[in-house]
């Protein structure tokens, strides 16, 4: 029997769940298939990447929820709340843990990390977040929590962050799997998921399907838009400028 496993070898929703076929977030393409087909993890880094509104968020939301992390992110043993917000999906999902890996984890979530800044001064942190910038603050949070062989979730990290603080976290990321650590990640940047050895899954209107990073929609968009701006720029102002 393998003992060297990866935190998390499968997500799936239990076939006896209570979530309504007609009502959110079973309406999302990502979670229907989630529902009928489950999500196997590998070791190293999982992105999900797509539009607004596809439910990558949702999905790296309720993984984190049902593996045991603050909705609101934070580590394991993180339980603060300030207003709940998430959605009923990870009261449904059942994780399959790896035998014998770690069972810490942190949740990494852009827009609810000053609630748990306070959670952790109230507890007499370690780390004066709330007196770093928001970037400063979410790079203070990458090298003081993320190191060991854990289960990493990331909502939208690049939120916070520069061009070069990205390639910081890419280079986090790579330290931590290289410990032994696994990472879930929803991402709109075309810098983080172009890290060498992930695996990138794009999620849309028709679920998600594992794909290369030269091949993403927004790596595309991306592409043109620097080529020339101008072709979409040009549809949404006016063409006379005001002077």
């Avoid at 999905?59 to 043993?77: D, Q």
């Avoid at 009923?88 to 069972?103: F, K, M, T």
């Avoid at 931590?176 to 991402?187: I, K, P, R």
């Amino acid at each position: 029997m393998d003992f060297n496993q990866p935190p998390v070898r499968r997500v799936e929703v239990d076939p006896g769940h209570d979530l309504e076929s007609r009502a959110w977030p079973m309406t999302l393409p990502v979670v229907r298939q989630l529902a009928r087909e489950g999500l196997e993890l590998a070791r190293g880094v999982t992105f999900l990447v797509g539009e607004n509104g596809s439910g990558k968020s949702t999905v790296v939301e309720a993984v984190a929820a049902a593996y045991g992390l603050s909705p609101e992110g934070g580590s394991t043993h993180s339980r603060h709340s300030t207003r709940e917000s998430e959605s009923p999906l990870h009261r449904a999902l059942a994780v399959r843990r790896g035998i014998g890996a770690s069972r810490w984890g942190f949740f990494l979530r852009a827009e609810t990390m000053h609630g748990w800044y306070t959670y952790i001064e109230n507890l007499g942190g370690d780390v004066p977040f709330h007196e770093l910038s928001h970037g400063e603050s979410f790079l203070a949070v990458l090298e003081s929590r993320f190191g060991s062989d854990g289960f990493y979730c990331l909502d939208e990290p690049e939120a916070a962050l520069s061009f070069s603080s990205t390639l910081a976290l890419v280079a986090v990321l790579h330290r931590v799997t290289a410990a032994g650590g696994q990472v879930l990640c929803a991402t709109h940047s075309p810098v983080l998921a172009a890290m060498p050895g992930a695996r990138i899954l794009e999620v849309g209107e028709w679920g998600f399907r594992e794909t290369a990073w030269e091949d993403l929609q927004v790596v595309d968009h991306w592409r043109r838009f620097l080529e020339r701006p101008d072709a979409y720029l040009r549809h949404l102002v006016d063409d006379e400028v005001p002077r």
